[in-house]
């Protein structure tokens, strides 16, 4: 969403680099060009004019004009500005004493309310509670029979008495769902009311009338990140109408300008708790500021990469390659296969590279990225018999074939996984000789020869998995994730990472769609 706002960013700071010292002219300019950046990007008046305000109070002090790096200092100013106007801190939801806590959501007709409803139930079972969903929308055609599917995908109980489409008292069932959920023992009550294509009289008596029935810990605002100014207008209007204690940002993977995002915080005065991009109910995300503003900057979004990295990989599966590498045992086809398996659910691989520091300048690239190359790894090894997975060296040129008839790619592509395998293997025993565990530190030192030979030729087959990422052995020239460091490599420094900060060097033409079609 904030692509066309950072690509703007990007070449205004790219202009700050290339000068020793910043005079009182060159910081002007700079704010000028943000300014417009944020107009176009379709950001509210009154937020560009504090924003701009506070950057140039702060850029024409001493902060900006004695520092050892001044362009730097400028950007970590509009980084630190940034954030604040995306509400500093964040904030988490308000749960009630006494259960059930209870989330009323509102907004516009088709802002994602019900959507949401389903994901946010779904996260809260993650975290240990057991919502209740209430169908509280009998306005919208089928609006309780979809709540009713999302429930049954999250596990999730839908308290629906009435059939809705224009029959029943809304009111009535969002009274009668507390009781329903004190008897059920549900901890968490998620209303999910109607909405309209406007804002109208009639919608917030319902509302207000639901929020005096259910008295509410939380009432959460649903913006349609897409919508722009209107958004934030509306969010005026339900906050003064009904009163709202905090909002929700749906549709953040679209494609439109993003101004609302940035102005809903400051205009409505209430924090923005969480953000929720696509259509699973799994895309769905906690609200940090501080890494929004981080990936508008261009400076990735590690912490999110970790965490999404550690929900993927679960604890048995990170326990038992810790068992492996403590017991010096070999790392097979299958460990492998359950590493990529566990990679394909953190989501689509361009989303994740998205992630990593200094990748908003390879945008172009990151659009080519294709998944099928996982899923050619995938089928290839499922061809595989369990004796071949645990023991690669038995496959010989009939099985290749086989497993290539077998998964519907060549025999080039069975042996490009299988050599590259190879080399995944050495580094989880050179891993082992590096933390002095058993099976690996023998290995590590036993011929300089070998680690001359792997590295010979340059890149080729996977040579440089030590840096970290993925494992090698993906077929078709798939490279390691990242297969090296270089600062030099995208004009050094990133947006503005830190001095010395190392951007990840990856080889897009291995990875292009064209290719596989």
Do not use: C
């Not at 706002?5 to 910043?22: A, M, N």
């Not at 988490?92 to 802002?111: D, H």
């Not at 919508?227 to 003064?240: H, I, L, N, S």
């Not at 998205?354 to 908003?360: H, Q, R, S, T, Y």
């Amino acid at each position: 969403m904030f692509d066309t706002l950072s690509d703007r960013l990007s070449g205004i700071f790219g202009k700050l680099r290339g000068k020793g010292r910043l005079t009182d002219a060159d910081i002007d300019a700079t704010a000028r060009e943000i300014r417009l950046a944020l107009l176009e990007a379709d950001v509210a008046l009154p937020v560009v004019k504090s924003f701009i305000a506070r950057i140039k109070e702060r850029a024409l002090g001493s902060e900006v004009s004695q520092a050892l790096n001044p362009a730097q200092q400028v950007i970590k100013i509009v980084h630190e500005e940034l954030v604040a106007v995306l509400g500093g801190e964040q904030r988490r939801l308000r749960f009630a004493k006494q259960p059930p806590t209870v989330i009323m959501l509102a907004g516009l007709q088709g802002s994602g309310k019900t959507t949401l409803a389903g994901k946010l139930s779904s996260w809260l079972k993650s975290q240990g509670h057991q919502p209740l969903l209430v169908a509280a929308d009998l306005q919208r055609p089928n609006a309780v029979g979809q709540l009713q599917v999302l429930g049954g995908r999250a596990g999730v109980e839908v308290y629906a008495p009435e059939p809705g489409n224009g029959v029943g008292d809304p009111v009535a069932v969002a009274k009668a769902s507390i009781e329903h959920a004190r008897r059920s023992a549900r901890d968490i009550v998620i209303v999910d009311t109607a909405g309209r294509l406007g804002i109208d009289a009639e919608m917030m008596a319902q509302a207000a009338a639901i929020r005096d029935a259910v008295d509410p810990d939380e009432i959460i605002f649903v913006i349609d990140a897409m919508v722009g100014q209107d958004a934030v207008r509306t969010a005026e209007a339900f906050r003064d109408g009904v009163g709202i204690t905090g909002v929700v940002l749906s549709k953040l993977d679209g494609d439109a300008r993003g101004g609302a995002a940035l102005s809903v915080r400051q205009v409505t005065g209430e924090p923005i708790l969480f953000a929720s991009t696509g259509e699973k109910l799994s895309d769905f995300d906690v609200f940090h500021p501080d890494r929004m503003a981080s990936r508008i900057l261009g400076m990735g979004d590690v912490l999110t990469l970790i965490e999404q990295a550690e929900q993927a990989f679960d604890a048995d599966q990170k326990e038992k390659m810790t068992a492996k590498l403590m017991g010096g045992e070999q790392f097979t086809l299958e460990d492998f296969l359950d590493q990529l398996i566990a990679v394909r659910r953190m989501g689509p691989i361009a989303n994740v590279l998205a992630m990593m520091p200094g990748m908003g300048q390879m945008k172009d690239q990151l659009a080519e990225v294709d998944d099928k190359h996982f899923d050619k790894v995938t089928a290839i090894i499922r061809s595989m018999t369990p004796g071949e997975r645990t023991n690669p060296k038995i496959i010989n040129g009939s099985r290749r074939a086989r497993i290539a008839n077998g998964s519907g790619v060549t025999v080039m592509d069975v042996n490009q996984l299988l050599n590259r395998f190879t080399e995944a293997q050495k580094m989880m025993k050179q891993m082992g000789g590096m933390m002095g565990l058993p099976g690996g530190r023998r290995k590590a030192t036993k011929s300089p020869k070998n680690k001359r030979k792997g590295t010979k030729g340059g890149n080729r087959g996977g040579a440089r998995p030590r840096t970290g990422g993925m494992p090698a052995g993906f077929p078709g020239g798939m490279p390691q994730l990242p297969p090296g460091l270089d600062p030099n490599a995208l004009g050094g420094g990133g947006d503005g990472l830190p001095p010395g900060f190392k951007l990840p060097k990856i080889d897009f033409n291995k990875l292009n769609k064209r290719e596989q079609d």
